[in-house]
């Protein structure tokens, strides 16, 4: 089986089985999203679900949550993995959006990361969830879940891995590829004892082909 042949197969699965897939953090906007989105490093998705209501609540807009002080803002957060540095990034973003972006989520990769706390990958996120932009972000489940399958090529960091999948997936995609990965990794390509029992793509997945089927 080529490479060109294994993404068509993957491809084809997810566009029959989870045609709709998306994030799984809560939003109503894009302000909403990119706070949830710095919250979400290294923390689950269900765990800033319950976080969020109340942030949101008590700053509904990047101006209000410009004039936050840590104090008032680090209690909300307590429950978030590395609290004292996502309370400073987010009253950091909040006030450059203030200040150099009228208040409003800037929807390119290069403006968006000029924001504390936002890396490459929360940048792609907010771009390809709220603009559909063909872009990538790659963490730990899609990095995986990739190499495993046999997507990426001895892909040694998250960024060598967003360049070999956006040249392989068709730009229109992209997008939604994202989500397909990181789901696939969150439930059944997990990263201990993959239930590879349960997955649709043992057919062309070389970790299975190689580490599982073997050992029936």
């Not at 765990?47 to 101006?63: C, G, H, L, Q, S």
């Not at 792609?124 to 990739?146: K, W, Y």
């Amino acid at each position: 089986m080529t490479r060109k042949q294994r993404y068509q197969f993957v491809i084809d699965y997810f566009l029959h089985h989870a045609p709709d897939a998306e994030t799984e953090l809560l939003y109503d906007n894009p302000y909403q999203l990119l706070v949830a989105v710095i919250l979400s490093a290294q923390c689950t998705d269900k765990r800033v679900n319950m976080t969020t209501p109340a942030i949101f609540e008590k700053y509904p807009d990047a101006a209000s949550l410009s004039k936050a002080t840590f104090d008032e803002l680090f209690p909300l957060i307590r429950s978030i993995s590395y609290p004292n540095n996502k309370t400073k990034h987010l009253i950091g973003m909040a006030q450059k959006l203030q200040t150099e972006f009228n208040g409003e989520v800037p929807l390119t990769v290069d403006e968006l990361v000029t924001l504390p706390g936002v890396g490459r990958k929360t940048a792609n996120v907010i771009t390809s969830v709220v603009d559909q932009q063909p872009n990538m972000a790659v963490d730990t489940h899609v990095f995986r879940v990739a190499a495993r399958i046999g997507l990426t090529l001895n892909a040694k960091t998250p960024l060598a891995a967003e360049k070999q999948l956006i040249a392989q997936i068709p730009k229109e995609l992209i997008h939604i590829a994202h989500h397909w990965l990181i789901l696939h990794g969150r439930y059944v390509c997990v990263a201990r004892n993959p239930k590879c029992d349960k997955c649709g793509i043992t057919e062309v997945c070389k970790y299975y082909q190689k580490e599982v089927k073997p050992k029936k």
